[in-house]
């Protein structure tokens, strides 16, 4: 059974860009996660979708959002990049609600 | 609120030893405990969880862990530590009944020396 799988590996962008990543669900799970990897700061909620609805945010400004699609992929979108927007971003997904949390391998986020 | 807390950055062991990697947490009702490993450069592993029932939870590699409610703490052990058991390990929680937010500690590195 595959994983959590999310696109791309590395990416590189400079302040005030946008940037979209991508996650794949494992197959039949329906709840997806985010949450930001930077250095210094440890492992920090950004979003929680399930079954296309937002469900929860963590403490991060508007410019952080995302959607969930009908086959339960999502993305998550960074607007007016700053430069401690840089981390790994980590996905993560889980069957229902209430299940365990199955993390995909993250993007690295380099702003400069 | 919750909170999660590793008390100690880095944990050194030698190979053949047992290990304990502490954790403790504060959370208002009964908590589900999760650890998850993250190897270099990649994403969270997860090793095992708490929801209920046995204090004692075996997990994956032969790790396990011991929930103790009197003293809010779920430390991560394992009887014989292998070099490969070298990595970050994350202690999480989350409320029960309140979302499915997870709050992680710190995280810990350990260190398996030959």
């Known amino acids: 059974e595959a994983g959590v799988t999310q696109s791309p590996t590395h990416l590189i962008k400079t302040r005030g860009q946008q940037v979209t990543l991508r996650c794949s669900p494992i197959s039949g799970h329906t709840s997806v996660y985010w949450y930001q990897q930077a250095l210094g700061l440890g492992l920090q909620f950004l979003l929680w979708?399930?079954?296309?609805?937002?469900?929860n945010r963590g403490n991060f400004p508007p410019r952080f959002s995302g959607r969930q699609f009908p086959n339960y992929s999502s993305e998550l979108n960074v607007n007016a990049l700053e430069l401690e927007d840089s981390a790994l971003y980590l996905c993560?997904?889980?069957?229902?609600?209430?299940?365990?949390?199955?993390f995909g391998p993250g993007t690295r986020l380099t702003v400069l | 609120a919750q909170s999660v807390a590793q008390p100690e950055d880095q944990v050194n062991v030698a190979e053949g030893n047992p290990l304990t990697v502490k954790c403790t947490y504060s959370?208002?009702?009964?908590?589900?405990l999760f650890w998850y490993v993250q190897y270099p450069n990649r994403g969270l592993q997860f090793l095992l969880k708490y929801i209920t029932g046995d204090n004692l939870v075996k997990g994956s590699y032969g790790f396990e862990a011991e929930f103790n409610k009197s003293q809010t703490s779920f430390h991560l052990k394992k009887p014989s530590a292998l070099v490969s058991d070298s990595a970050l390990y994350f202690c999480?929680?989350?409320?029960?009944?309140?979302?499915?937010?997870?709050?992680f500690g710190g995280g810990t590195r350990l260190m398996v020396k030959p």
């Open positions: 993560a997904s889980s069957l229902q609600m209430t299940d365990t949390q199955y």
């Open positions: 999480a929680v989350r409320r029960h009944n309140a979302g499915n937010m997870l709050t």
């Open positions: 959370v208002s009702g009964n908590p589900y």
């Open positions: 979708y399930d079954e296309g609805e937002e469900r």
